[in-house]
């Protein structure tokens, strides 16, 4: 897969080239600066080069008589958004999960995987132009480390930190390849092995499925977490942790799990499990739609928003529409789409953990079947607020929660200092979450990008 990804022509995309310590201002804006107190009305931003000089009020800023004016007039000013759980080696379309529906005498795997590699290009790009600026891949092939190279050295990628192959009690063996996505491991020696192999390759995280097999409770599985854990802390490398059941999350936690990857979504939390993440600092990634995208599209009911039709990738989308090619007895029967979506305990989970003061970082899975690369987010964000979080907050999630994920301090806030990865708005976000996506600029390592058409000419 490594050499398919190499081969995709991905060289040709647009270098980093230096901005000779351009100077930008936006001038006028309010702004969000995302370390939580109000928004700054009438605002300066100031860069210079990739990063934030100042942030204020307009009249305690002095602006460079040579610095690009950006108008942010009746313009909204917040970071840029960090998708906190997505999986490149999946499209989004309806091939790319054979262990959740197999296709594979329509569209082999393989070729599912060769094709995601040819337009990775164009997929890095679309993060970019829904404002997202940085991504976690929380998990995949080898060739994840590759991607996460070539997209350091280009101008319209979003920044994006990397986990290896997930660590299981099991291979899905749909998802078999040379380099696959899942690797099962049966022994804490076999677990230390793979994960000292991605620990030579500098992950920014290593990631667990923590899952339960036929006929095993979690408590087998719990050596193996351990010495993940253990050996990847060693190495000063954090561990996500996949559990959207109650005992696993509770089990991984008490392990020294990092990030929870995924809704809970099984039972209602309790009071000692949220003082055990609350104490130990321990994040909580979202992906409430992606459980609502996989009803819509398997059911035939796709509920697209604007920015998810004008910026998602069309094939992906078209490739929805061959469940039509299936006699009805390989589809899902229809139902009605009441009963679609994130459970309520997840719901509810995200509302009672947030209100506990846990550290939230907006996820949307992409990748997975109807999750789309890049405008994905957008939705997630919706559904956060319909758990009952206000809009600033889902914003903080979705901006300085997810830079906590990742773990750099440069990134997630608008601060002198700062890599200078914003987004200039054209509406008020807090009036409505949906307007994160009424984007007016992209500026990535202080380079302002018009999202109308920073993804001309990529391919």
Not at 43 to 68: K, N
Not at 198 to 207: E, L, S
Not at 303 to 320: A, F, K, M, Y
Not at 354 to 364: C, D, F, L, Q
């Amino acid at each position: 897969m490594s050499a398919a990804f190499a081969a995709a022509g991905l060289a040709c995309s647009p270098a980093v080239t230096p901005n000779n310590a351009t100077r930008v201002a936006v001038v006028g804006a309010t702004v969000i600066d995302g370390v939580g107190g109000p928004p700054i009305s009438d605002a300066v931003v100031l860069v210079e080069g990739e990063h934030i000089v100042e942030v204020g009020p307009r009249d305690e800023i002095s602006i460079p008589i040579d610095a690009r004016h950006i108008d942010g007039r009746d313009r909204w000013v917040i970071p840029g958004l960090v998708d906190a759980h997505v999986h490149f080696f999946q499209s989004g379309g309806l091939y790319t999960r054979p262990d959740v529906i197999d296709l594979r005498d329509l569209r082999s795997y393989e070729r599912e995987q060769e094709w995601i590699s040819a337009r990775m290009d164009r997929t890095l790009c679309r993060y970019l132009e829904s404002g997202v600026t940085s991504v976690v891949d929380a998990g995949g092939p080898t060739w994840n480390f590759d991607l996460r190279a070539h997209a350091d050295a280009t101008l319209l990628a979003p920044r994006v930190a990397v986990a290896g192959p997930l660590v299981s009690p099991i291979t899905p063996p749909e998802l078999e390849t040379d380099d696959p996505p899942i690797v099962g491991v049966r022994s804490s020696e076999e677990a230390r092995a793979l994960v000292h192999s991605q620990i030579a390759r500098d992950p920014d995280f290593v990631k667990i499925w923590f899952i339960t097999p036929p006929g095993r409770d979690f408590d087998s599985f719990m050596p193996i977490v351990q010495t993940v854990i253990g050996e990847s802390h060693a190495a000063n490398v954090p561990v996500v942790v996949h559990a959207t059941q109650l005992e696993a999350a509770r089990l991984a936690v008490d392990a020294g799990a990092d990030v929870l990857a995924h809704s809970i979504t099984d039972r209602v939390v309790d009071d000692v499990f949220i003082a055990a993440m609350g104490g130990r600092g321990v994040i909580y990634t979202t992906t409430l739609l992606v459980s609502r995208r996989y009803d819509e599209v398997l059911h035939d009911r796709p509920q697209l928003t604007e920015i998810e039709r004008r910026v998602g990738d069309p094939e992906v989308i078209d490739s929805w529409r061959d469940l039509e090619r299936l006699p009805p007895t390989r589809r899902p029967p229809r139902r009605d789409l009441a009963t679609f979506g994130p459970s309520p305990q997840a719901m509810e989970n995200l509302r009672l953990l947030h209100e506990a003061g846990v550290v939230i970082a907006a996820g949307s899975d992409a990748g997975n079947i109807g999750t789309l690369h890049g405008p994905s987010l957008h939705r997630e964000l919706e559904l956060m607020v319909e758990a009952g979080l206000d809009p600033m907050h889902v914003v903080l999630a979705a901006t300085r929660g997810g830079a906590l994920v990742i773990g750099d301090p440069l990134l997630g806030t608008l601060e002198s200092g700062k890599i200078a990865d914003f987004l200039v708005l054209d509406a008020n976000p807090l009036e409505n979450i949906e307007n994160t996506a009424r984007i007016h600029r992209v500026i990535k390592g202080g380079i302002p990008l018009d999202p109308d058409d920073l993804c001309a000419g990529v391919e």
